[in-house]
């Protein structure tokens, strides 16, 4: 597992809808000006969520080895505050689980792969960051990177670029896609390597039956589902 797929396991949980009672943030994000500028106290302020959430994805993942993205479908889920889970349910069944600095990777008919966060400091790093999305915290987050935020409440994005001299070798950045209190697409390139994109939320949803490429990518960035 390489760095920007544990971003992925961490960010994907930001985007799920609140339990039933939960509803605050997006009501108050419906009552404000939606043509006001986005910055990034009020992103973080709509996208803490929690627990327990989840969420459905559908990730494409680029490989010079593959002729199209590999399109991913499953389920991202956060039980507790410190346990993250990715569920892969198509093309394969795969299991990941982030929890106690530890990660565990289990497929059907195979014996379970663990390795420790603190194999690898980088890694570390960016569970802390991105439990500092989950929660709002500002402050936690820019230790680790620049936060560059543009558009209006409606429709915003947030870019995020590593400080660290040992992340940025392997991760470029990270964009986040949103519309009022909903993250629907985050999108990571790799310092070497093709983008990553999962679509969350509505977007996931939309973008059931969708395969093709720039449609999906059409979808991440807040367009419409294609006909």
């Known amino acids: 597992m390489f760095p920007a797929t544990l971003l992925l396991v961490a960010g994907c949980l930001l985007a799920a809808p609140p339990?039933?009672?939960?509803?605050a943030p997006q009501a108050q994000a419906r009552a404000e000006p939606?043509?006001?500028?986005?910055?990034?106290?009020?992103?973080?302020?709509?996208?803490a969520r929690p627990v327990p959430m989840r969420t459905g994805f559908v990730e494409l993942?680029?490989?010079?080895?593959?002729?199209?993205?590999?399109?991913?479908q499953g389920e991202?889920?956060?039980?507790?505050?410190?346990?993250?889970?990715?569920?892969?349910?198509?093309?394969?069944?795969?299991?990941?689980?982030?929890?106690?600095?530890?990660?565990?990777?289990?497929r059907a008919g195979k014996s379970p792969r663990r390795f420790s966060l603190?194999?690898?400091?980088?890694?570390?790093g960016l569970q802390a960051s991105?439990?500092?999305?989950?929660?709002?915290?500002?402050?936690?987050?820019?230790?680790?990177?620049?936060?560059?935020?543009?558009?209006?409440?409606?429709?915003?994005?947030?870019?995020?670029?590593?400080?660290?001299?040992?992340?940025?070798?392997?991760?470029?950045?990270?964009?986040l896609y949103g519309r009022g209190a909903e993250l629907r697409c985050i999108e990571t390139q790799p310092a070497r390597g093709q983008t990553q994109r999962t679509l969350l939320a509505g977007a996931a949803e939309a973008a059931q039956g969708v395969?093709?490429?720039?449609?999906?990518?059409?979808l991440c960035y807040g367009g419409a589902k294609p006909q």
């Open 130 to 175: 991105f439990g500092a999305l989950l929660t709002g915290d500002r402050a936690q987050l820019e230790r680790t990177y620049r936060l560059a935020v543009d558009g209006t409440r409606a429709r915003w994005t947030m870019t995020l670029t590593p400080r660290d001299a040992a992340l940025a070798a392997r991760l470029q950045g990270v964009t």
């Open 61 to 72: 993942r680029g490989s010079a080895l593959l002729k199209k993205p590999l399109r991913l």
């Open 118 to 124: 603190a194999r690898v400091p980088e890694l570390a």
């Open 34 to 47: 939606r043509d006001a500028s986005a910055d990034a106290d009020w992103i973080l302020a709509r996208l």
């Open 211 to 218: 395969t093709a490429a720039g449609a999906l990518a059409t």
């Open 19 to 23: 339990e039933a009672g939960q509803g």
């Open 76 to 106: 991202y889920r956060r039980p507790a505050e410190d346990t993250l889970v990715r569920e892969v349910s198509a093309p394969y069944v795969e299991t990941t689980t982030i929890r106690a600095g530890e990660v565990v990777i289990t």
